[in-house]
């Protein structure tokens, strides 16, 4: 996926995905976070992949559990919520004791919901908001 600047989208034609004719601050805030994530979300897969076949070791599970925590400390400041709730989840599951193989069975499970999340947040940012309805969490004046 290419990366593109919130303030370029606005000049982007009208094909109906990627449109900002008028996106609020948060969108474009929101949008600029998300754009960050595919690199992320790549090498999230990769690792999990890597413990499928025991070939990871404790400081790789150490960084993918921080970038976990931190995914989800970026999307709840933006009010992402499905996107923290499922890495705050994929967070605790490898963070858990058990058997290595629930655990990669429920990573995998987790991450699949976290891509979907994502694609739904994405297209959601990328969306104008009618004129007149107020964002979750504030207040008519």
């Known amino acids: 996926m290419r990366r593109v600047h919130p303030d370029r989208l606005r000049d982007a034609p ?3 995905t990627m449109t900002a004719e008028k996106l609020s ?19 999230m897969h990769t690792v999990v992949e ?6 990871v070791d404790d400081t790789i599970v150490r960084n ?10 970026g999307a709840g400041a933006l009010s992402l919520t499905s996107l923290s709730d499922t890495a705050g989840l994929m967070a605790t599951v490898a963070r858990r004791g058990g058997g290595l193989q629930m655990k990669v069975r429920g990573l995998r499970e ?17 969306t ?3 004129d007149g309805e107020q964002p979750p969490g504030t207040a008519a004046r």
Do not use: C, V, W
């Open 14 to 16: 009208s094909t109906g």
């Open 128 to 130: 104008a908001e009618p």
């Open 64 to 73: 993918f559990i921080r970038g976990l925590d931190e995914l989800k400390a």
């Open 50 to 55: 890597q413990m499928a076949s025991m070939r």
């Open 25 to 43: 601050s948060r969108q474009h805030a929101q949008l600029a976070f998300l754009q960050t994530l595919p690199p992320k979300l790549q090498r």
């Open 110 to 126: 987790l991450l699949g919901s976290l891509k979907f999340n994502y694609e739904g947040a994405l297209r959601k940012a990328a």
